[in-house]
């Protein structure tokens, strides 16, 4: 059964950006690209990708490569952006634009790349499985929420990668 999985990077008090919306706190940081719960092992798992229009916008502006256009993705927003290869712009219901991401999928994970309250919405909807994240060792005292919702978590597999303490949980349902 495919799973619907938030993958992020967090700082160890709960923020996925800075409140520039900078992530050089993160990007500055010592990963094994093929060490626990790498990048390239997760994405080589994931069919389809949601984020929302802050998190587009930083890739757009900060990724040289762009946005990966063999990823269907949607990005939630009600700006007429300009939709990359690939990515399909929404602001229709969560649960609604999920069953689309599950269809594209085709039999394999879903991911929910952020921000925090996009991950809360597939949250409050019953649709999220699995949060994985990857602290870095910083403490920001502000900036985006990694996810501001209170929910049970089920911690299933935890361990070092480098300078990040990496954790995979389940959502408790
Ligand atoms: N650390 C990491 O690995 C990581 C991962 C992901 C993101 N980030 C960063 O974290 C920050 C997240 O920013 P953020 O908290 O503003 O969250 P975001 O989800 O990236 O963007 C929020 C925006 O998405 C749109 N949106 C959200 N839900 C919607 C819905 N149901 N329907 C239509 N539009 C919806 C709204 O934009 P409109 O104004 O268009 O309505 C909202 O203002 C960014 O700086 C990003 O780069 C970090």
């Given at each position: 059964?495919?799973?619907?999985?938030?993958?992020?990077?967090?700082?160890?008090?709960?923020?996925?950006?800075?409140?520039?919306?900078?992530l050089?706190?993160?990007?500055?940081?010592?990963?094994?690209?093929?060490?626990?719960?790498?990048?390239?092992?997760?994405?080589?798992?994931?069919?389809?990708?949601?984020?929302?229009?802050?998190?587009?916008?930083?890739?757009?502006?900060?990724?040289?490569?762009?946005?990966?256009?063999t990823?269907?993705?949607?990005?939630?927003?009600?700006?007429?952006?300009?939709?990359?290869?690939?990515?399909?712009?929404?602001?229709?219901?969560?649960?609604?634009?999920h069953?689309?991401?599950?269809?594209a999928?085709?039999g394999?994970?879903?991911?929910?790349?952020?921000?925090?309250?996009?991950?809360?919405?597939?949250?409050?909807?019953?649709?999220l499985?699995?949060?994985?994240?990857?602290?870095?060792?910083?403490?920001?005292?502000?900036g985006a929420?990694?996810?501001?919702?209170?929910?049970e978590?089920?911690?299933?597999?935890?361990?070092?990668?480098?300078?990040?303490?990496?954790?995979?949980?389940?959502?408790?349902?």
């Amino acid at each position: 059964m495919p799973k619907t999985i938030y993958y992020t990077a967090s700082s160890l008090d709960g923020f996925i950006a800075d409140p520039d919306d900078s992530l050089a706190w993160l990007l500055s940081r010592d990963i094994d690209e093929d060490g626990l719960m790498n990048f390239a092992g997760f994405r080589a798992t994931i069919g389809a990708a949601a984020m929302g229009a802050t998190t587009y916008l930083w890739v757009q502006s900060n990724d040289p490569d762009g946005w990966d256009a063999t990823l269907p993705s949607w990005v939630f927003t009600h700006r007429a952006l300009i939709p990359a290869l690939g990515v399909t712009l929404t602001s229709d219901a969560v649960r609604a634009v999920h069953a689309e991401m599950t269809d594209a999928a085709a039999g394999r994970d879903v991911w929910v790349i952020g921000g925090g309250d996009l991950a809360g919405q597939f949250l409050d909807e019953g649709l999220l499985d699995e949060i994985w994240v990857q602290y870095a060792p910083v403490m920001l005292g502000a900036g985006a929420p990694l996810l501001p919702r209170r929910t049970e978590l089920r911690l299933e597999e935890a361990g070092r990668n480098r300078d990040f303490l990496v954790a995979r949980y389940a959502v408790v349902r």
